[in-house]
């Protein structure tokens, strides 16, 4: 387990007003479904631990257009944090690359089993239920559609959706394939059909089906 007063350093990068789709619920979420799936493997589960806790430091600067990337960012920093802690050098830069890993959108590849991890837990909060609720609710922030019909995913050009219906088409539903571990791969699969029975149901609403 982190010790108290790294877990409050973590913390306090979170502030109560920040978005839900990224505030410290969040980071809960991705350190339950980490625990879940370290128990799988062979991993050092402190740096698992450290990489959740500090993985989106950054968030809330990068929201207010403070810094570019929270990953990139959030990787420099908590190295800062670690060292100032005396932890070991290997720990620390295998929860650096972790972090400067785990974004879905910078396409860095995890270099080690314990970012497999986090990419894989930072990804699967992304699906089912809470995934649904998240993405309409930062849709919502946003102030972006929740379905245009005569923007179909098909004639939808961008990369992640112009409506939060078009995303859960464009990225949401891809995250399965996105998964490296194999328990991962597994939650991924029963959360993404839960997405799709809502689609299906969405679907057959906006026509008046149901």
Known sequence: MADDSLRTVARSYFEDSMSPAHDWHHVQRVEALANRLVAEYAVDERAVELAVLLHDIGRAMEDAGEIEDHAVWGARKARQI?????????????????????????????????????????????????????????????????HDPDVPPSEDSTAVGRTQYNH???????????????????????????????????DAEVAGER
């Open 82 to 146: 670690l060292k100032d802690r005396n932890v070991p050098a290997q720990r620390v830069e295998t929860v650096s690359q972790a972090i400067r890993a785990h974004r879905y959108s910078n396409d860095i590849e995890p270099a080690t089993r314990e970012a497999e991890v986090l990419c894989d837990a930072d990804n699967l909060d992304a699906l089912g239920a809470v995934g649904l609720a998240r993405c309409f609710t930062y849709g919502g922030e946003l102030g972006e559609a929740i």
């Open 168 to 202: 859960l088409h464009k990225k949401i539903l891809s995250l399965p394939e996105r998964m490296y571990t194999d328990a991962g791969t597994a939650l991924a699969e029963d959360r993404a059909a839960f997405v799709e029975r809502f689609v299906d149901r969405f």
